[in-house]
């Protein structure tokens, strides 16, 4: 079997005495799609942090495509990485914020390009044109000049979607995606969102939409209180649940 | 739909009187009128000397030396303080330490108190030399009044003031900016500098550009404090002339409407800058005077024409009601 994408043994984190991750135990192979569920500060997202070291781990292994995320391993001794070398593995990892956290002074061509030119150091003719085709590919092809506050909730969403696949990542994160998103908007995103794992991208959704965990997903992580309580198919977990925790979950969401 | 769509009536209602307010502007512009008519009327104010050394050459000079100053510490100044506002929020305790210290030390002594210090640095300190400190060789050393002329001295004066005061009007814009900002550049492999540069720091701008605009006006000001050390700038020049010819007041109001003068070209830039600034931030920037004076002429006495093409659609430039000028 190949190296999974995503790789978490015993992964802890603790903020002083507050511990929010307690053990997670968790594979995520290549090119597949997990969803994590479960109630509010139960370190869903703060997990989706630590897999692109914006938060760090306090225990544990966690290692993204084979390597550690944030140490270097030699002779039984972990170093910290570089500060070059962190950003250097974070522009392999997309990420996609419940906030969209779009930067509201450049335009939606400009948040694509932006990281590509400044980052990846691709010229700028050429990164306009890829960001042209993601914005068409996420339905915002009409979009180019407009600024974030021009743009509806969903829009936006899907041009930090875009913004996110520029840097052609091997891996994308999102964290509860269509959360802050007006209910008639979040069809358009999980749309752009279906079609990037039918593309084959392999991806880690937080998310509380039961039923595109269950029609995209193909595994569903039930997380509570710090771990990991129940995973398996979307489809068996949701109709099938074991752990009392997960039933009581899924009988007030679904 | 099978009903064609029917035109409401608009109201037509007469509007109430606020007899108030013309009694109040009646009162204002009469007071107004007093006092501008003394001004053309009392002999003391001398216009024609006034005007005679408007455009005198030691006054021009010292404008322009005025000029010279404010723009130099300013830029210093900004330079400055966004340096000592990124040192006050680092992580390393010494440089924020530091930071917090510079700040203390410069907010809390006069800035007069400050420029006679560099004035008189001499005298502080005989020389200024380049080598090994402690008591190790030197290499190269100037008598330090060679060093720091009066105009140099002025600039410290000035520039590592107003470093003080930009560096906490910085680290207040730094902070306005969601911390999302940095999380999401960061997730995009931006470095922390990079994501600083291009991310946080054109955000914080605008938050940081009004008392900007205050500290350069201040500045304008301020630089008639380095008269005290011997520097000939705007008013230094006017003190000059009217020390020979006893013409104080005249002279007093010709420096005067050059520093207003000066402060309306800086607070036309202001707006433009803030304009720039503040692309993105809302659905419309605010409108330009010109765009301004163009609106009002065009829809003091608008009434939108009951046309079919108009119908449904809102006609003409839409305006808040209370931007319509004039008293009712």
């Known amino acids: 079997m190949s190296v999974p994408m995503v790789l978490a043994e015993g992964v802890h984190k603790r903020y002083g005495r507050l511990d929010v991750l307690k053990g997670i135990d968790l594979e995520v192979q290549a090119g597949e799609v997990m969803c994590i569920i479960g109630p509010s500060g139960s370190g869903k997202s703060t997990f989706l942090f630590c897999i692109n070291h914006l938060e760090k781990i306090s225990a544990g292994r966690l290692s993204v495509d084979g390597e550690l995320v944030g140490y270097r391993e030699h002779k039984g001794r972990l170093y910290e990485l570089r500060d070059k070398e962190v950003t250097a593995k974070r522009q392999e990892i997309g990420m996609v914020f419940q906030h969209f956290n779009l930067f509201p002074h450049m335009t939606a061509l400009g948040n694509v390009i932006e990281a590509p030119t400044r980052v990846a150091g691709i010229s700028k003719t050429k990164a306009i044109a890829r960001g042209k085709e993601l914005l068409d590919r996420v339905g915002l092809g009409d979009k180019f000049g407009a600024y974030p506050a021009q743009l509806s909730g969903g829009q936006q969403q899907r041009v930090a979607i875009a913004r996110a696949l520029a840097m052609e990542p091997k891996l994308m994160l999102f964290d509860e995606p269509t959360s802050a998103l007006d209910p008639e908007l979040v069809g358009d995103v999980l749309d752009v969102m279906r079609e990037l794992a039918n593309s084959g991208m392999t991806m880690v959704v937080v998310t509380h939409e039961i039923s595109f965990a269950r029609e995209v997903g193909d595994s569903l992580v039930f997380m509570d209180g710090g771990v990991v309580v129940e995973s398996g198919k979307p489809r068996e977990v949701l109709a099938n649940p074991q752990h009392k925790r997960t039933q009581s979950f899924l009988s007030k969401v679904l | ?328």
């Open chain 2, 1 to 328: 739909m099978s009903q064609a769509p029917t035109d409401p009536e608009l109201i037509k209602a007469i509007p109430v009187r606020h007899p108030g307010r013309w009694v109040a502007t009646v009162v204002v512009l009469f007071l107004l009128a007093v006092l501008v008519h003394s001004f053309f009327t009392n002999p003391n104010f001398h216009w024609d000397v006034v005007f005679k050394y408007f455009v005198d050459g030691s006054v021009l000079e010292g404008l322009l030396h005025t000029i010279e100053l404010t723009i130099i510490s300013m830029v210093i100044g900004i330079i400055g303080g966004v340096i000592l506002a990124i040192m006050r929020l680092s992580a390393n305790p010494v440089l924020s330490s530091i930071s917090w210290l510079y700040i203390w030390f410069f907010r809390g002594t006069p800035l007069l108190v400050q420029l006679l210090f560099w004035g008189f640095i001499g005298a502080l300190y005989k020389n200024i030399s380049l080598g090994i400190p402690f008591g190790g060789p030197q290499f190269w050393s100037f008598q330090t009044q060679d060093l720091i002329s009066v105009f140099t001295a002025a600039i410290l004066g000035l520039a590592l003031n107003e470093a003080a005061y930009m560096a906490e009007i910085v680290r207040a814009g730094i902070s306005a900016v969601n911390e999302g900002q940095m999380r999401a550049a960061q997730s995009l492999g931006m470095s922390q500098f990079l994501a600083m540069r291009r991310i946080v720091l054109p955000q914080a701008m605008r938050v940081i550009i009004p008392p900007m605009g205050n500290e350069t006006i201040s500045m304008l000001k301020n630089t008639s404090l380095v008269s005290v050390i011997g520097f000939s700038d705007l008013l230094y020049a006017s003190q000059l002339i009217y020390s020979r010819t006893y013409q104080t007041i005249p002279l007093l109001i010709t420096a005067s409407l050059w520093y207003l003068i000066v402060t309306s070209i800086l607070t036309i830039g202001q707006f433009y800058v803030e304009r720039h600034f503040g692309r993105g931030s809302s659905r419309e920037l605010p409108p330009t005077p010109l765009q301004r004076i163009r609106r009002m002429l065009f829809t003091q006495h608008y009434v939108p024409p009951m046309t079919e093409a108009t119908q449904g659609v809102p006609a003409g430039p839409d305006i808040p009601s209370g931007e319509r000028g004039g008293i009712r």
